[in-house]
């Protein structure tokens, strides 16, 4: 049979399409650019038959890149959760990001996905600086029946949580979810802060929360975040606002950790496990997909 | 704000300045630059192809006027597109002192409306202006405690009561009559909400805005251009923008893609959680900044 070798030519064009459309899904300039450069290494010298679509090959080749990126190590929340309760010991998660993109929110949807699954919960107010924060926490509480431990505005947030791990210690509860005030990396004094409230309160996991809509600044948050306190997952936001979701694929590349769950509405269940075959279908667009737009909140 | 696409298009600048030869190759390795410094500060990627486009052909073809050498040339066709990308002239927030003005604040989810709702009030405090503010959003918990809390700080009164959000404006108008200036906060709402969409129509139509404002997250990708598009559709014209959150890493590109869809001005940008945290919005001096130029 007949060979041909792909040389750069062969791909230009087809690369330059690809490198637009990412573009236009979020995905970082830079992460996108490495992901070129990736599949112009595999690509170039491979041998191919008359028969074989180069177009489709390419278009193979990006796919399963961004697979890779988007399938590291999965984290089991509920099996540590499990694990954690044969030990007679609350898990303890804490949530960090910068302001808006959906912590509150966040954790009361996570409290009433574990509710559902026979978990005990509680909150902890842990955002003491925010106007309304304490409030809006203690609404999602009500509506969803969990308990949320609370000190007063301006306290001291590695003190609400702690005392919220001593109450969930207390009264054998499986799960405490704390939320924490946004902030941007900028600010050292609030970074400082975050530092530490995970050093007093220990969790087992520190979830990083991302807002689909985000461009490059994905990157830079993530790996902020990530040095300051160490990142254990990340959940994704509004990706029901007919995102693409790039910013998964660019935080996934910045801080090489997996993506637990996205945010997909304004009800309590409206948050879905992360599937990276589905998401690389969204990201082409090749699937459409349509999220319910009935608010509950 | 945008320090690290200041420096990208500084270094793309300079190369220019540089040059020993300003050839057709230089110019294209100088619009690449262009390119990726605006690429990466978030700007709409068909915005920055047309752009750059544009720049090329005009660096090309034109000849430098009387005076300015061709790299200088080169410079003021970069700097001229920009700053026709964000509208020429500084715009300031026109508040007419001898009749009631009333501003709607709209925008996504979580892009900091309520904040800037109390930040606009203590904005014309200051200037003077006897401010009031209703809060329109029903959905998110304690949305009104988040403002109260805000406006308390700096006393001005807010009305909210538990009704839909059509009939709570309906009666804050009524009750602050007396007020010159009435700031609606509402809920945040994206593109694909078609009955929030529709919702906002109503709140329109009942308050008849002197001004309606847009606030848009300073850290939004490519979502910005359609997100505009869909708000303006709702609602009309759009008279302002805010861009929030430009304290952070965020380079504010997507506002730029979202002022060229809507056009729209940039007139404040929020630098800050504190109520004091608004600045005017000033295109010439921002983009001359951008570009390492110093005033023009």
């Known amino acids: 049979k007949k060979e041909i070798v792909i040389v750069e030519e062969d791909i230009e064009d087809i690369l330059e399409e690809l490198r637009i459309e990412l573009l236009e899904a979020d995905v970082a300039y830079d992460v996108v650019e490495k992901l070129i450069e990736n599949i112009k290494n595999e690509l170039i010298g491979k041998k191919i038959t008359p028969e074989d679509n180069i177009e489709e090959i390419t278009l193979m080749a990006i796919k399963n890149a961004i697979k890779n990126i988007l399938s590291q190590k999965k984290i089991d929340i509920y099996k540590i959760i499990e694990e954690n309760r044969k030990k007679g010991k609350p898990t303890v998660i804490v949530f960090v990001g910068i302001n808006g993109t959906g912590k509150t929110t966040t954790i009361a949807k996570l409290a009433y996905k574990l509710k559902n699954k026979g978990y005990s919960v509680v909150l ?77 309160t220990k969790p087992d996991l520190v979830i990083f929360v991302g807002d689909a809509l985000t461009g490059n600044d994905a990157i830079y948050q993530a790996e902020e975040f990530d040095k300051a306190v160490g990142i254990d997952g990340v959940i994704l936001t509004k990706v029901d606002a007919d995102a693409k979701g790039g910013a998964a694929l660019s935080i996934g590349y910045a801080i090489g950790k997996p993506i637990l769950f996205l945010g997909v509405g304004q009800r309590y269940e409206d948050l879905i496990e992360f599937d990276p075959e589905w998401f690389v279908k969204k990201l082409f667009g090749e699937e459409e997909i349509r999220f319910s737009t009935e608010r509950e909140f | 704000m945008l320090e690290k696409m200041s420096e990208n298009l500084t270094k793309a600048i300079n190369k220019i300045k540089n040059a020993m030869f300003v050839d057709k190759k230089l110019i294209k390795e100088v619009v690449k630059d262009i390119q990726k410094a605006l690429i990466q500060a978030d700007v709409n990627v068909r915005l920055v192809l047309n752009l750059s486009k544009e720049i090329e052909r005009r660096t090309l073809e034109e000849e430098p006027p009387k005076g300015l ?62 401010p009031a503010l209703i809060c329109a959003d029903t959905y998110r918990p304690a949305a009104y405690e988040q403002l109260k809390q805000l406006a308390d700080k700096i006393h001005v009164p807010v009305y909210w009561d538990n009704k839909k959000p059509e009939e709570i404006v309906k009666e804050g108008l009524e009750k602050f009559k007396k007020a010159d200036v009435i700031i609606i906060d509402t809920a945040g709402r994206h593109k694909e909400e078609k009955g929030l969409l529709e919702e906002m129509k109503r709140i329109k139509a009942i308050t008849n805005p002197d001004e309606i404002i847009l606030v848009i997250d300073g850290t939004i990708g490519q979502q910005a251009k359609i997100q505009a598009k869909a708000f303006k559709e709702a609602v009309g014209d759009i008279g302002s923008i805010i861009v929030t959150k430009l304290d952070g890493s965020a380079k504010g590109g997507g506002a730029l893609s979202a002022v060229a869809e809507i056009k729209a001005p940039i007139k404040l940008i929020g630098v800050g959680e504190k109520i004091d945290d608004l600045e005017e919005f000033n295109p010439k001096k921002f983009i001359a900044r951008l570009l390492g130029l110093g005033d023009i």
């Open chain 2, 69 to 130: 050498s061709k790299k200088e040339h080169i410079i003021k066709i970069v700097y001229e597109e920009l700053v026709k990308l964000l509208g020429e002239e500084a715009k300031p927030l026109n508040i007419d002192p001898k009749k009631q003005n009333i501003i709607l604040l709209l925008g996504l989810q979580g892009s900091g409306k309520t904040t800037t709702a109390a930040k606009l009030a203590r904005y014309l405090q200051k200037k003077g202006y006897r």
């Open chain 1, 124 to 200: 902890a107010a842990g955002d003491t600086f925010r106007a309304g924060a304490i409030e809006q926490l203690e609404k999602h509480g009500k509506n969803i029946g969990v308990r949320v431990i609370k000190h007063k505005h301006g306290a001291d947030a590695a003190a609400v949580i702690y005392d919220a791990i001593e109450h969930a210690k207390a009264k054998k509860i499986d799960v405490v979810l704390a939320d924490t005030a946004g902030r941007q990396a900028t600010n050292i004094n609030l970074m400082d802060e975050m530092k530490k409230i995970v050093r007093v």
